[in-house]
């Protein structure tokens, strides 16, 4: 009988141990990963996470059974050489299109995003020989009036993601997701070239930037879409001091990004400017993202943005006080101040009387010139 239990269990023996193989295999597979280096371990299971988000009902989901975890999406997105990406498109843009091509490429970016090229200085689409060009377009004088009577205006055009006062040294980069102050400006150094000593701690670094007794600190983030104009002015009468240069990542900084990924400005290359106007400390942040292969500043020849090689977490500073230029870079409200090669975000920080108050909404849409607030 024993004999007879054992035969008839035999091919259920079998079947369970073949089962088993695959899983077998594949834990010997999952342990040879673990011991990879972390940049190896992306590479080898990028493919295998990608099939997992895209292929649907959940078809790799037996894989978590035998200790396989997918990368997080926020990790495989960051993994996307987007560095390299944006410099091959900025290489793109500066090839010069044939005439005969010009009207029909520039007429399709113009329906996709819903540019207005009335507002152009030059209308006729064979003027702009390359995608470049067309992009840093220039509007016609009329085409923004800067608002006189408030002592804010909007840089650029966009879409307002969020603004207000700041508070526990957070910056909400939309509604709900913020990223830390000291992060995304960069730490104090203690030189004559800055114009603030270096904070201790969180309060103390906020502290820093607030120069006047009853003063406060406010923030405003404007979202430059593709189809916006791409230049950005200055905000208000105000002297430029230093500069900051942030190398780092190329994603994209749309809306729905940012609410995806914390910190999301702080991991971007950036380029800080900070100094002083009437009420004390203002800066305006220049934000790079995917496709924009450099941010430009009119009056620093010695900018240059998305180089091939950078060291994470770095920075460099560069000083516009020197012994002959006492004050700085000077500049008036509506100036022109720089571009982007595409488009990007605007972060003013800056500070204020506590009777500051924002004249905006949410989400709303802005165009250069229009009023941020006033006292």
Not at 241 to 255: I, Y
Not at 324 to 339: A, D, I, Q, S
């Amino acid at each position: 009988a024993m004999c007879q239990s054992e035969a008839r269990r035999g091919p259920e023996l079998r079947a369970v141990k073949w089962l088993q193989f695959p899983q077998l295999a594949l834990r010997r597979r999952l342990g040879q990963l673990s011991c990879m280096s972390r940049p190896a371990l992306i590479l080898r299971s990028w493919p295998l996470t990608v099939l997992y988000y895209l292929l649907p009902f959940g078809a790799l989901s037996p894989l978590s059974r035998v200790g396989w975890r997918p990368v997080s999406r926020v990790t495989l997105y960051k993994s996307v050489p987007t560095r390299l990406l944006s410099r091959a498109w900025g290489r793109l843009n500066q090839v010069e299109l044939p005439y005969w091509l010009r009207r029909p490429v520039y007429s399709l970016y113009i329906w996709t995003f819903g540019v207005n090229m009335k507002e152009a200085a030059v209308e006729d689409l064979h003027h702009y020989r390359n995608l470049s060009e067309f992009f840093r377009r220039k509007l016609k004088p009329q085409a923004r009036p800067v608002c006189g009577l408030h002592s804010v205006i909007s840089p650029s055009d966009g879409k307002i993601l969020n603004f207000g006062q700041v508070k526990n040294c957070e910056v909400e980069q939309v509604k709900g997701v913020t990223y830390s102050l000291e992060s995304f400006l960069g730490p104090r150094a203690c030189t004559e070239d800055l114009p603030f000593p270096p904070a201790t701690s969180c309060d103390s670094f906020k502290n820093q930037l607030v120069t006047q007794e009853g003063n406060e600190l406010y923030h405003c983030v404007i979202y430059l879409a593709p189809g916006d104009y791409h230049c950005f002015h200055s905000p208000t009468d105000w002297t430029v001091s230093h500069r900051r240069h942030f190398p780092g990542s190329l994603m994209s900084v749309n809306p729905g990004m940012a609410r995806w990924i914390k910190e999301l400005f702080c991991h971007n290359e950036r380029v800080v400017l900070t100094g002083d106007w009437k009420h004390g400390f203002f800066s305006l942040t220049a934000v790079g993202a995917t496709n924009v292969g450099s941010i430009r500043i009119y009056f620093d020849r010695d900018l240059h943005t998305n180089s091939p090689r950078y060291s994470k977490g770095s920075y460099n500073d560069f000083s516009f006080v020197t012994h002959t230029n006492k004050e700085g870079v000077p500049m008036r409200k509506g100036e022109h101040l720089g571009e982007f090669n595409l488009g990007s975000t605007i972060v003013l920080i800056f500070e204020a009387p506590k009777d500051f108050n924002f004249q905006l909404k949410a989400g709303q849409k802005i165009r250069f010139g229009e009023p941020l607030g006033s006292l």
